[in-house]
């Protein structure tokens, strides 16, 4: 391979911030790409240091986060990610954005080995001072459950602290950073290791960033140019074999993955960040495993692949388990928590109820994508998603409607895309075909039945926020409470994690709230807060509290949306439970409503109860209180909507529980 000649300087000694010397033993080089516009000059990263190169299997396998790499000029860098663009293979390193006139195109980018850790020399790069709060989860700003803490949110952090970046607390004790979170204004860093004591490391302390985590080095390899074999020992799944417009000899059409079976010895196997080994000889990094029914989709970098190559009757082989442990990956718990504040329901395909199962694209209709991309850009990234039971499931206790399922799923990859998380609302009313749940036409074991198979179905989905049980109950006959308690523990036999949102009788009235359903939490298993459980409440402002606002010469107190929604919140903080607005919406006419939200909105974040708008989505022609409308408008809801999503917040869970 040519190049090697040009461009590797020998380095000043001495001081710590300097250049650092190479290592000897450069393992591979890689011409960087020729393109220069408005994101790259010359092949050169414009935003922070990151080079592209072409997506090769050699320079897939050679570049991968943890690596060090050599610039033109001299420098080493550690790769923090890399990102597959068509045939090209995007290198994102520590520290600020390259020089490309002297290290772009047509230089070379050189992997060098492992990052290296000297803590005699190697320079703080940064301090960031700890937050300052404590709770039930934070003790000054230290995570009770596993090793972290949590930093304000800057650019400079964000760029500091990333999985792979070695971290000093105040005791003096190095830690690797096993992976970061963004939320709201914060960010929680999480490490290998057990919970760190708060009261010597957290707040008023600072963490530093000192350097590149050691990565453990790949045996000696006596043919450096082979692709590697996986061990005889290593797990190797059958693909599926089904072809249709999505599949092929189950490989993914659209981006690179296969479809395997989803038994417990494949779940434990495809991990993301594990390497493995395809039919061809490529070997992958799995980026997302998704399970789908009696199915695991396993999601790979790199182009798409070839069906007729790879597919059925192949396997896929797992080479290497990715580089951390289980026990030290953040809570899934975590991952709830990032969930924002501020969201909208995305409606459309509740539309039409008094027609079932009705004709989608005619009665009713899903959203497309692009409401998931709209709102994902305004920040309100939490969707509130309401479909009908009759739909899903056309006869009691039997099979979920296939297609109706595969809307939904659809719906989901398309939050998962723009990094929107759902709440799956089932929009019945607490009915079935018009009859109540609890009568001998719809028993309350009907009911947990569908939850339980949507949660088979959909639970290992990455855009599920949770699951709304039932929206807007009333005239239940005094059955609700047995009916939330039989879905809540239905859905709990399959998924252990997921939020489950517990409406209230009476229409979720927040201003009725402690007169209907005081009995919701008499099973002590309904005010466990092990089995994360969120009540909803929906809130309007008109007189009579529907949200029909027939009276369009309504005034509208500054306090009101906060009167409105006191009662609640007051039962929630009594029996130390999490809330949620589910629904709440003000005329676009009323400018005193909409400065009455504006205060809502404030009063629900200190409280860190999030709420979802009502509504977006298609199809609403003129609706006074939809962000969507016929003539495409702006609304002027939206910008308080977006203000409260922007708007720092210390919640770290959905609140009050005080």
């Not at 296969?258 to 991990?271: G, I, K, R, Y």
């Not at 209180?625 to 016929?630: F, G, M, T």
Request: charged letters at 20%; a negative charge; one cysteine or more.
């Amino acid at each position: 391979m040519c190049g090697y000649g040009t461009g590797f300087a020998a380095t000043p000694t001495g001081n710590a911030n300097s250049l650092i010397t190479a290592p000897a033993g450069i393992s591979y080089a890689a011409l960087i790409n020729k393109f220069t516009n408005h994101e790259w000059d010359n092949g050169s990263w414009r935003k922070s240091a990151g080079v592209s190169v072409q997506a090769t299997a050699e320079n897939l396998a050679a570049f991968r986060p943890g690596t060090l790499v050599s610039t033109v000029d001299g420098r080493l860098h550690t790769v923090t990610s890399v990102k597959t663009v068509g045939t090209s293979l995007s290198v994102f390193m520590q520290g600020a954005p390259l020089d490309g006139a002297v290290v772009g195109y047509p230089n070379r980018l050189r992997a060098v080995g492992s990052a290296p850790v000297d803590t005699g020399v190697m320079p703080v790069v940064t301090a960031a001072l700890i937050n300052k709060f404590t709770n039930h989860e934070w003790d000054n700003g230290s995570w009770r459950k596993s090793a972290g803490v949590s930093v304000q949110a800057t650019a400079e952090n964000l760029a500091a602290f990333r999985a792979g970046t070695l971290v000093r607390t105040a005791d003096d004790r190095l830690h690797t950073v096993s992976s970061v979170k963004t939320v709201g204004a914060n960010l929680s860093v999480f490490m290998q290791g057990a919970p760190l004591d708060g009261a010597a490391v957290g707040y008023p302390n600072r963490l530093r960033a000192v350097g590149s985590a050691p990565v453990e080095p790949p045996p000696a390899d006596k043919n450096p140019g082979a692709t590697p074999e996986p061990s005889p020992a290593s797990p190797a799944a059958l693909i599926n074999k089904f072809t249709n417009h999505e599949w092929d000899n189950g490989s993914w059409r659209k981006s690179a993955g296969v479809s395997v079976q989803a038994t417990a010895e494949n779940l434990a196997s495809f991990q993301i960040g594990a390497s493995v080994v395809l039919a061809d000889g490529q070997v992958r990094t799995i980026t997302e495993v998704r399970k789908v029914g009696s199915n695991l989709t396993v999601l790979l970098d790199g182009p798409v692949l070839d069906g007729t190559l790879v597919g059925y009757p192949n396997k896929l082989s797992v080479a290497q388990q990715p580089a951390l442990p289980e026990a030290s990956r953040p809570p899934q718990e975590d991952a709830r928590e990032r969930m924002s504040l501020v969201g909208v329901n995305l409606s459309g395909a509740g539309f039409g109820s008094s027609v079932l199962p009705g004709k989608h694209g005619t009665n009713y209709i899903y959203p497309a994508e692009s409401y998931y991309q709209k709102y994902a850009e305004q920040g309100l990234n939490l969707v509130r998603l309401p479909f009908l039971w009759e739909r899903l499931q056309p006869a009691l206790d039997g099979e979920l409607n296939a297609a109706e399922l595969a809307r939904l799923v659809q719906s989901l990859d398309f939050a998962h895309k723009h990094g929107v998380k759902v709440i799956l609302d089932l929009h019945n009313y607490y009915r079935y075909y018009g009859k109540l749940i609890g009568s001998p036409e719809v028993p309350i074991a009907s009911f947990a039945d569908v939850w339980r198979r949507i949660a088979q179905e959909v639970g290992e989905h990455p855009a599920v926020s949770g699951y709304g049980l039932m929206n807007e109950p009333y005239g239940t006959n005094g059955l609700w409470p047995e009916a939330a308690l039989a879905a809540s523990q239905a859905i709990r036999q399959i998924d252990p994690e997921h939020w489950i949102y517990v409406a209230g009788d009476r229409y979720s009235s927040a201003w009725h709230w402690p007169k209907y359903n005081a009995r919701l939490v008499d099973d002590p298993w309904m005010r466990d807060p092990r089995n994360n459980l969120v009540y909803e409440a929906h809130m309007y402002l008109d007189r009579d509290t529907s949200g029909m606002y027939y009276d369009t010469t309504e005034t509208f107190a500054p306090t009101l949306g906060i009167d409105r929604a006191r009662p609640f919140v007051d039962w929630l903080k009594e029996n130390g439970l999490r809330g949620y607005i589910g629904e709440f919406g003000v005329p676009a006419y009323a400018a005193d409503a909409i400065d009455a939200m504006d205060n809502l909105l404030g009063y629900l974040r200190e409280n860190c109860i999030p709420m979802t708008y009502w509504a977006a989505g298609p199809w609403w022609g003129d609706y006074v209180l939809a962000l969507d409308v016929k003539s495409g408008e702006d609304r002027p809801q939206l910008p308080v909507l977006k203000k409260h999503a922007a708007a720092p917040s210390s919640c770290t869970s959905i609140g009050p529980l005080r």
